[in-house]
């Protein structure tokens, strides 16, 4: 069997027309974890005019070597002040307040006596101390947030200072995901054979794509009956924009998938890579939808749905990128399994800016122990030259946090 490398197999993938420009407005409340579909651009300067940071008694700088400013009154924020001081004036000034014209300092309360309406400074300050200056935050005309980018907390509360009542955002892509293999067992399912597994790939893909921004629909298990198998991936792809199925890509007398998704008049864009884990992997393209074949195994079929699967969302969401990668060096010295590009279970330590990566806790076996990407684990990719690696070297670790 012919492999592509694995840089061969991205580059196809990267040149596949996805649609990415489903888009919807939502209210500001509801685009929390979206996708921003447009850039988000200030219309204002922030602030407007230059605003008390502190409360204390707006001056002019040179008045401070005056013996006593008299106070003209106060200044509450919100209040749009007119009034303008003159030499020997001040205004008591809060914090948020417009500074009053001819103002170009803030006093703080703490660094004046007050008598009789006048105020005594005991400590002088900065000239513009406690005032922020006119567009001290942003310009008008500032992209503030780009389009691509994950709404989080901050994004609300930019936005919400905005004014921006309604958000566009990028409509989810559906993933629907299904588990074949007649040894599988859904979650709540009973046996009496010991041969049969419980099933948890349906699962740990379906949450995997709904954190990467995708709405996930869990399509459960299908045995290895081919019939059953075809008619269940035509139904699915009714109602989804990428199909992924794990098992049935191998070459056993039972991998039916492989040959089933040809007949569904899909076109194959690629079969079998040479990574490991994954490398039986079956990329297709039905017009606008897409199907992926992943291998049965946990492991296996996580790394390729994050490889293969993350990718075709995150496009079809406008992400500039599926996942973060960095660049780490080795803690330990590294054996290499196989020829392919390998993908490994790894620690990922950030130390003084630096990251390093270690395999501490990582069992060293087949492709189904999905424990190994437990507490905070990475992916660490080794090439198809690369050989053994000397603690020390930099490699590139695909993060599995912030997608």
Same mark, same amino acid.
């Given at each position: 069997?012919?492999?592509?490398?694995?840089?061969?197999?991205?580059?196809?993938?990267?040149?596949?027309?996805?649609?990415?420009?489903?888009?919807?407005?939502?209210?500001?409340?509801?685009?929390?974890?979206?996708?921003?579909?447009?850039?988000?651009?200030?219309?204002?300067?922030?602030?407007?005019?230059?605003?008390?940071?502190?409360?204390?008694?707006?001056?002019?700088?040179?008045?401070?070597?005056?013996?006593?400013?008299?106070?003209?009154?106060?200044?509450?924020?919100?209040?749009?002040?007119?009034?303008?001081?003159?030499?020997?004036?001040?205004?008591?000034?809060?914090?948020?307040?417009?500074?009053?014209?001819?103002?170009?300092?803030?006093?703080?309360?703490?660094?004046?006596?007050?008598?009789?309406?006048?105020?005594?400074?005991?400590?002088?300050?900065?000239?513009?101390?406690? @005032?922020?200056? #006119?567009?001290?935050?942003?310009? =008008?005309?500032? !992209?503030?947030?780009?389009?691509?980018? /994950?709404? %989080?907390?901050?994004?609300?509360?930019?936005?919400?200072?905005?004014?921006?009542?309604?958000?566009?955002?990028?409509?989810?892509?559906?993933?629907?995901?299904?588990?074949?293999?007649?040894?599988?067992?859904?979650?709540?399912?009973?046996?009496?054979?010991?041969?049969?597994?419980?099933?948890?790939?349906?699962?740990?893909?379906?949450?995997?794509?709904?954190?990467?921004?995708?709405?996930?629909?869990?399509?459960?298990?299908?045995?290895?009956?081919?019939?059953?198998?075809?008619?269940?991936?035509?139904?699915?792809?009714?109602?989804?924009?990428?199909?992924?199925?794990?098992?049935?890509?191998?070459?056993?007398?039972?991998?039916? @998938?492989?040959? #089933?998704?040809?007949?569904?008049? =899909?076109?194959? !864009?690629?079969?079998?890579?040479?990574? /490991?884990? %994954?490398?039986?992997?079956?990329?297709?393209?039905?017009?606008?939808?897409?199907?992926?074949?992943?291998?049965?195994?946990?492991?296996?079929?996580?790394?390729?749905?994050?490889?293969?699967?993350?990718?075709?969302?995150?496009?079809?969401?406008?992400?500039?990128?599926?996942?973060?990668?960095?660049?780490?060096?080795?803690?330990?010295?590294?054996?290499?399994?196989?020829?392919?590009?390998?993908?490994?279970?790894?620690?990922?330590?950030?130390?003084?800016?630096?990251?390093?990566?270690?395999?501490?806790?990582?069992?060293?076996?087949?492709?189904?122990?999905?424990?190994?990407?437990?507490?905070?684990?990475?992916?660490?990719?080794?090439?198809?030259?690369?050989?053994?690696?000397?603690?020390?070297?930099? !490699?590139?670790?695909?993060?599995?946090?912030?997608?």
């Amino acid at each position: 069997m012919s492999l592509l490398s694995y840089e061969t197999s991205q580059d196809m993938l990267g040149l596949l027309k996805i649609n990415g420009s489903k888009t919807q407005n939502l209210p500001l409340s509801q685009s929390l974890g979206r996708i921003l579909a447009e850039d988000i651009v200030a219309k204002y300067n922030d602030p407007q005019f230059p605003t008390a940071s502190m409360d204390g008694y707006a001056i002019k700088y040179e008045d401070q070597d005056l013996d006593e400013l008299r106070i003209l009154g106060d200044n509450p924020a919100g209040k749009n002040e007119i009034r303008a001081i003159e030499k020997g004036e001040c205004i008591k000034t809060f914090t948020g307040s417009k500074m009053p014209q001819g103002a170009d300092t803030l006093i703080q309360i703490e660094n004046v006596t007050v008598n009789d309406a006048k105020i005594i400074i005991n400590e002088k300050v900065a000239l513009n101390a406690s @005032v922020r200056p #006119i567009a001290e935050g942003y310009k =008008a005309g500032d !992209v503030l947030i780009k389009k691509g980018t /994950k709404i %989080g907390f901050v994004e609300i509360g930019v936005m919400a200072a905005l004014n921006r009542v309604m958000i566009k955002v990028a409509l989810k892509p559906r993933v629907g995901v299904i588990s074949t293999g007649s040894e599988i067992l859904d979650l709540g399912e009973d046996s009496d054979n010991p041969a049969q597994i419980r099933s948890s790939n349906n699962y740990t893909l379906t949450a995997l794509f709904e954190s990467a921004g995708a709405e996930s629909i869990q399509l459960g298990t299908v045995g290895d009956d081919k019939d059953k198998i075809m008619q269940t991936f035509q139904d699915a792809l009714e109602g989804v924009d990428i199909l992924v199925s794990t098992g049935g890509v191998s070459v056993g007398d039972y991998d039916f @998938v492989k040959d #089933i998704v040809p007949r569904l008049g =899909a076109d194959i !864009v690629f079969k079998g890579v040479a990574i /490991k884990p %994954g490398r039986h992997i079956l990329v297709a393209q039905k017009e606008d939808k897409f199907i992926l074949a992943l291998p049965g195994f946990a492991y296996s079929s996580t790394v390729t749905a994050l490889l293969y699967a993350l990718p075709l969302v995150s496009k079809m969401l406008g992400k500039k990128e599926p996942y973060k990668m960095v660049e780490a060096k080795l803690s330990q010295d590294f054996k290499k399994r196989s020829k392919n590009t390998e993908f490994t279970a790894c620690n990922l330590v950030l130390e003084d800016g630096e990251y390093f990566v270690n395999f501490k806790d990582k069992k060293v076996g087949s492709s189904a122990i999905l424990t190994n990407l437990l507490n905070e684990s990475a992916l660490m990719v080794s090439g198809e030259d690369d050989g053994d690696l000397d603690e020390g070297t930099y !490699v590139n670790v695909i993060s599995l946090e912030g997608f």
